[in-house]
């Protein structure tokens, strides 16, 4: 059977605001090396499912320059990631929902003749090996599998809820409903729409056709799920039963919707524990990425009386970094960051291309690319005075430093 991947990367990201300021969120960096696309990417490549469209339209030059450099397919054996900017093909408008995008991308399907079509989002950071759901979905006949995850029915609301039957058969879905309904047979948690779906090729195209000539917001849960269900055979793929080679038992259902500021540095941390959550060195699932010529991080100074010692513990330090007679603690370093005799980094995640001066200190901070932190300056420190330099400040106490920016003290 043949397949095509269609990944959707035109999201605007507005909740991570000012990282999306200048790239759309599927190209917003994560784990000090790689970019959020390159998730969902590396669990088609890892399941052998290489023929790939990603659907861009927002912001979209950086993500598009990561796919060009860093996905290269061996395309003599029919293998791709290509990205597919908005055409524009059927009028002067942009993609008005995620199943417009896809319908505006017809020409796509037809033009490679797939059986089967994925359609997975490009914003979320998990592990999947994504034959396992393909067989589910081809085991049942489906005409449509969406991928699930059983979460907690106290935080549910925040999702959109897929109500099965004792065989998995999807019989309903609600977008953030205030009273979740229960998964079978566990009352405490609800299946969660991950978004992703495998559909029946003439299946999608059908649906999608008749989507378009309706007044609706043109989105793959609201608008094509819950009226699917009532004309084809939908199931609901358990995430939490998936595994992937090289998983231990503690990451199987790891999924994180990095939406938010705060849920994006909590993902964050999450690679840094001792035993992480999140395990980014399995060397038998790995993440890819594009490779640059950096040189290896390098650690200077060993003055211990002095107290300049360059050092890290906890922490993801990427390739070209020169750590010089500063201190980093719990924190994530991009590729090319320096950071100079008695600084001070916790807690914190500094993008590509920052320096952090002699004496400055930064804590609970986001530190998006090519940020200069003068000497003895400090962020995360006292909130309202980095509110005040123009820095957004979250809820949980996270500064988030735009792109560019000169930090004086």
Sequence with gaps: MKSLVMVLAGGEGRRLWPLTRDRAKPAVPFGGRYRIIDFVLSNFINSGFRRIKVLTQYKSNSLNAHLNRGWRLALMLDEFVEAVPAQQRLGPDWYKGSAD??????????????????VFGADHIYRMDVRLMFDAHVERDADLT???????????HEFGIVEVDASWRIVGFEEKPKSPKPMPGDPTRALVSMGNYVFKTTSLIRELTRDAGTESSHDFGKNILTTMINRAPCYAYDFAQNSVPGMVESERGYWKDIGTLDAYFNASMDLIAVTPSFNLYNRDWPIRTANYPNPPAKFVFADRAGNRVGMASDSLVSNGCIVSGGRI??????????????????????????????HARVRQGIVDKHVLIEPGAEVGFDAAQDRARGFTVTDSGITVVPKHTVVSK
Aim: glycine share 4%; proline share 5%; net charge negative.
């Design 101 to 118: 995008a896809v319908f505006q991308s017809l020409d796509i399907i037809t033009d490679e003749q797939p059986d089967h079509v994925f």
């Design 146 to 156: 969406v991928a699930t995850i059983p979460v907690p029915v106290s935080e549910a």
């Design 329 to 358: 603690e719990r924190s994530i370093l991009s590729a090319n960051v320096r950071v100079n005799s008695f600084a001070a980094i916790q807690d914190s995640v500094l993008f590509e291309g920052v320096t952090v001066g002699r």
